[in-house]
């Protein structure tokens, strides 16, 4: 079985500056994707960027890169030029490449405050 | 076009009460999900449904929760007997496709409260 950790519950971060957030997992596969989703209090889950594990290159999306360190099984996200809008519960997730259709494996979230 | 669509919003029970939360997918997805997200946690997967096959129920906590796809289509998570544990927010996601190239489209999901 797969799990994901999500070691912040909660960080603040001033607008327009730079915020990291950690996440660890821990699998025995070999291919998988993660995953990072934002969660506003609309509770409606937005992905906000993915990263295939057979690939080196960081995926990055505007403002948003990761931090993928497969050999470590970590996979952080980094949101630059923070914007109030960016405010939510962030969730990484991990999913397997093979068998369990979409299935998502979520950390416990980080609480993310932007601050004017 | 409209996305997933989840009802009722937000659904106050007694303890004890069944409880039918209900999910409209996109239309044209094949794949439907229910995860269920209590207070402060993380999502918890609980059922998957693709096409025709029959679902992976793997996730459900116990036999008080059923759920059904109806048609390939909507789908209706049911909760017997409800206990104050049940208590969460329960979200519903479609995909178009079975894979990880085919990404999750969830809805704003049910807050279900047990008293």
């Known amino acids: 079985a797969q799990t994901v950790t999500q070691s912040q519950p909660e960080m603040s971060v001033q607008e327009a500056e730079t915020v990291t957030l950690s996440c660890t997992y821990d699998t025995s596969e070999s291919n998988y994707y993660l995953f990072w989703y934002k969660q506003p209090p609309s509770r409606q889950m937005i992905l906000v960027i993915r990263q295939e594990a057979y690939k080196q290159q960081n995926a990055t999306e505007n403002r948003f890169s990761v931090n993928f360190q497969k050999a470590a099984k970590s996979f952080s996200l980094k949101i630059s030029d923070s914007q109030l809008g960016d405010t939510a519960m962030y969730f990484c997730a991990f999913m397997k490449q093979q068998g369990a259709g979409n299935m998502l494996t979520f950390g416990g979230g980080t609480r993310l405050m932007v601050k004017p | 076009g409209a996305g997933v669509s989840q009802s009722p919003s937000n659904k106050v029970t007694e303890k004890g009460k069944d409880v039918e939360l209900r999910c409209d997918p996109i239309?044209?997805?094949?794949?439907l999900y229910w995860y269920r997200q209590s207070l402060g946690q993380g999502l918890e997967f609980l059922i998957y449904?693709?096409?025709?096959?029959?679902?992976?129920k793997s996730g459900l906590p116990s036999d008080r929760f059923s759920a059904e796809r109806t048609g390939g289509s909507v789908s209706t998570l049911t909760i017997q007997r409800t206990q104050q544990e049940d208590s969460a927010v329960y979200l519903c996601?479609?995909?178009?496709?079975?894979?990880?190239?085919?990404?999750?489209?969830f809805g704003n999901g049910t807050r279900l409260t047990v008293t």
């Open positions: 996601a479609s995909s178009l496709a079975w894979g990880p190239n085919s990404p999750l489209h």
């Open positions: 449904f693709q096409g025709n096959s029959a679902p992976d």
């Open positions: 239309s044209g997805h094949t794949a």
